[in-house]
């Protein structure tokens, strides 16, 4: 039996909770925020900034689309090439914190809403991008990326992620804590595949990173769920781990960038 892309969408649906996403990440923005501004410098020399250099996908009066802009840390990175950015995200807050960012560019637009009621034109921009976002999960939301570009469309996830310190912790209390959503290789997997049915040729980059981060006690006890007797056997494991309240661990990332041109489809 021959496969269609309706048989891959599975692979990119998620369980959402579109009622409360506005709130949930509302409540994240600011510790959003302050954990990614301490990595931006690191930030700005990822592997889809390269790419999008190497490649020159990017002329100083390209049309730019974030789906899910968040904070406009990416939006701040294309600024170096063009000042035709628009960012989109449900949460008034993230986009409080990338107004700020973006305050000196005076042609940025910051959108608060759903996108796939926003953005209903053909050909609007020559870029669409959207990393990390739960707002690409059907194939209506591919086909809309597509339809909004005129040229260049790029999809980038974390596939793997793991900090040296939370596998110590997990292995200390002897189950899983620190579960990402994200680590998710049969996302790409299905991303590719309807995007290879619809008659596109997208390209699948893979970037794997082994860096050493800084993390303080907090960080590691935030967000997560213990009890009495776990919380006083993680908080004794991270003070002999931390040096003046500091603790330095191995983080192994892999990210995939999922790269296609609009103009580019396959006939028959």
């Given at each position: 039996?021959?496969?269609?892309?309706?048989?891959?969408?599975?692979y990119?649906?998620?369980?959402?909770?579109?009622?409360?996403?506005?709130?949930?990440?509302?409540?994240?923005?600011?510790?959003?925020y302050k954990?990614?501004?301490?990595?931006?410098?690191?930030?700005?020399?990822?592997?889809?900034?390269?790419?999008?250099?190497?490649?020159?996908?990017?002329?100083?009066?390209?049309?730019?689309?974030?789906?899910?802009c968040?904070?406009?840390?990416?939006?701040?990175?294309?600024?170096?090439?063009?000042?035709?950015?628009?960012?989109?995200?449900?949460?008034?807050?993230?986009?409080?914190?990338?107004?700020?960012?973006l305050?000196h560019?005076?042609?940025?637009?910051?959108?608060?809403g759903?996108?796939?009621?926003?953005?209903?034109?053909?050909?609007?921009?020559?870029?669409?991008?959207?990393?990390?976002?739960?707002?690409?999960?059907?194939?209506?939301?591919?086909?809309?990326?597509?339809?909004?570009?005129?040229?260049?469309?790029?999809?980038?996830?974390?596939?793997?992620?793991?900090?040296?310190?939370?596998?110590?912790?997990?292995?200390?209390?002897g189950?899983?804590?620190?579960?990402?959503?994200h680590?998710?290789?049969?996302?790409?997997?299905?991303v590719w595949?309807?995007?290879?049915?619809?008659g596109?040729?997208?390209?699948?980059?893979?970037?794997?990173?082994v860096?050493?981060?800084?993390?303080?006690?907090?960080?590691?006890?935030?967000?997560?769920?213990?009890?009495?007797e776990?919380?006083?056997?993680?908080?004794?494991?991270?003070?002999?781990k931390?040096?003046?309240?500091?603790?330095?661990?191995?983080?192994?990332?892999?990210?995939?960038?999922?790269?296609?041109?609009?103009?580019t489809?396959?006939?028959?």
């Amino acid at each position: 039996m021959e496969l269609t892309m309706y048989d891959f969408e599975r692979y990119i649906q998620k369980d959402r909770d579109d009622a409360h996403a506005e709130r949930m990440w509302d409540n994240k923005s600011e510790s959003f925020y302050k954990r990614t501004e301490k990595k931006q410098k690191q930030f700005a020399n990822d592997f889809v900034f390269h790419l999008i250099k190497d490649r020159q996908l990017l002329k100083e009066n390209s049309k730019v689309l974030d789906i899910g802009c968040g904070t406009g840390r990416h939006l701040s990175e294309f600024a170096a090439y063009t000042p035709y950015l628009t960012g989109i995200d449900i949460s008034s807050k993230m986009l409080a914190y990338a107004q700020e960012k973006l305050r000196h560019i005076p042609q940025a637009k910051l959108i608060h809403g759903n996108w796939m009621d926003t953005f209903t034109t053909e050909n609007q921009f020559d870029f669409v991008f959207a990393c990390m976002t739960p707002a690409i999960a059907s194939i209506d939301n591919i086909k809309r990326m597509c339809m909004i570009s005129k040229k260049y469309c790029i999809l980038e996830r974390t596939v793997y992620e793991k900090d040296s310190i939370e596998e110590e912790i997990e292995q200390l209390l002897g189950r899983k804590l620190f579960r990402l959503p994200h680590n998710d290789k049969n996302y790409v997997y299905g991303v590719w595949n309807i995007l290879w049915l619809m008659g596109y040729c997208p390209e699948v980059l893979v970037d794997k990173q082994v860096r050493t981060t800084s993390h303080s006690i907090e960080d590691y006890m935030h967000g997560t769920e213990y009890n009495d007797e776990e919380k006083t056997a993680v908080i004794q494991l991270l003070n002999t781990k931390a040096q003046d309240g500091i603790i330095t661990a191995e983080e192994s990332v892999v990210k995939a960038i999922i790269l296609w041109d609009t103009e580019t489809k396959l006939k028959g």
